[in-house]
């Protein structure tokens, strides 16, 4: 299966756990491509089965500037070959924010929705108060998102 994995960083933390995700995953035995600052044309040149956004949160909750110019396309075209796709969303954010925490991840929850791709597990919320190893730390969610993609 072929997963690919979108993302959005400020400080480049968010980068490293998608590009965590993607060893992880290709361990797992899955085609996974991640590609910092990927655009639409990159991610249907890849023909993804699967969706995975690992993004972090900026200003008063929302996406990272480098995530916007996709994210934006995206949002305008609505590609219909993703509708179905399984897809999930890893979430960094700082809890205290309050309200805002992990804004980024929800918008790319709620553009996965518009898609019509199918969330195969909860979103993961990865608080920045609480966590030195976001890498690490997602590993469980990784696993069973392994779980669930292979199904």
Request: glycine content about 10%; some cysteine; charged content about 20%.
């Amino acid at each position: 299966m072929k997963v690919a994995i979108i993302s959005g960083s400020v400080y480049g933390t968010a980068e490293e756990v998608a590009r965590h995700a993607e060893s992880l995953l290709k361990a797992a035995g899955f085609e996974a491509w991640h590609a910092a600052r990927a655009t639409l044309d990159d991610l249907r040149g890849f023909a993804p089965q699967a969706l995975l956004a690992v993004t972090s949160t900026t200003g008063m909750g929302e996406l990272p500037d480098n995530l916007m110019p996709l994210y934006s396309t995206i949002r305008d075209t609505l590609p219909g070959e993703w509708r179905g796709l399984p897809g999930a969303v890893l979430a960094l954010g700082d809890s205290s924010y309050g309200d805002t925490y992990c804004g980024g991840g929800e918008q790319m929850r709620e553009l996965f929705a518009e898609l019509g791709v199918q969330e195969v597990q909860p979103m993961l919320r990865l608080d920045a108060s609480e966590t030195v190893t976001p890498e690490t730390d997602a590993e469980p969610w990784l696993a069973e998102l392994v779980q669930r993609l292979k199904g």
